[in-house]
């Protein structure tokens, strides 16, 4: 396994190498290939980027449709300091399925409460309790890359 992944390592490693040299006369330093990463902007393959700073997330409470079947949904509001540790879990404050009727909020699907051995159990399940692992908060920018990506129709939300 471990002379197969250095193996890999070094097919990989090389790789650039050499289109990168030939080019490196003719194209400018900062877009090697004449490829800028919009996210990087010109900054070389090799350096740091800083990325910019997080600022307020959206929190216009308007749930968006999901792009494919079983996309965890977006978060509409913000998350901020909500605790989530082994004592508290600040999400399910709201969402739980027994809380959602008083908050108002969408309460979690029936596969949060199913463990690994598909057995339903009366709380979350470890499986799905760091919620941020999979919904997260929108950051109000624009796309730093076009996309075309079409969703499938219809689409199929929550079990
Ligand atoms: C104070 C109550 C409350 C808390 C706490 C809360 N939410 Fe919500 N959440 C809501 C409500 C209400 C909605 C419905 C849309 C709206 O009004 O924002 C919602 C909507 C959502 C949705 C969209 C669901 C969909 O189908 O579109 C997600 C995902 C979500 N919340 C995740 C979270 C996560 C993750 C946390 C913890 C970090 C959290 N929420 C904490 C009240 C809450
Ligand atoms: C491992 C990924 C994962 C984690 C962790 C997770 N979810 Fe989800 N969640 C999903 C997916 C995928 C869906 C859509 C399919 C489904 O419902 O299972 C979903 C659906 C939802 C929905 C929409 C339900 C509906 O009926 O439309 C809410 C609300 C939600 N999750 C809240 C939460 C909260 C709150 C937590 C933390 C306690 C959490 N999720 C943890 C993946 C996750």
Known sequence: MRRLLSLLLATVLSLPA???A???ASAPAS???GLTDAARGPTPIDGTTK???LTNSVNDDRRLPRNYDMQPPVVPHRVDGYQID???NKCMDCHA???????GAVPVSKTHYIDRNGRVLDRISTRRYFCQQCHVSQEPVAPIT??????LTPQRTTP
């Open 146 to 151: 076009g996309n075309r990506f079409q969703g």
């Open 97 to 103: 399925r027994d809380k959602a009727e008083f908050s």
């Open 18 to 20: 050499v289109p990168m």
């Open 22 to 24: 030939q080019t490196a």
């Open 31 to 33: 877009a090697p290939l």
């Open 86 to 88: 082994k004592n508290f």
């Open 51 to 53: 990325p910019p700073r």
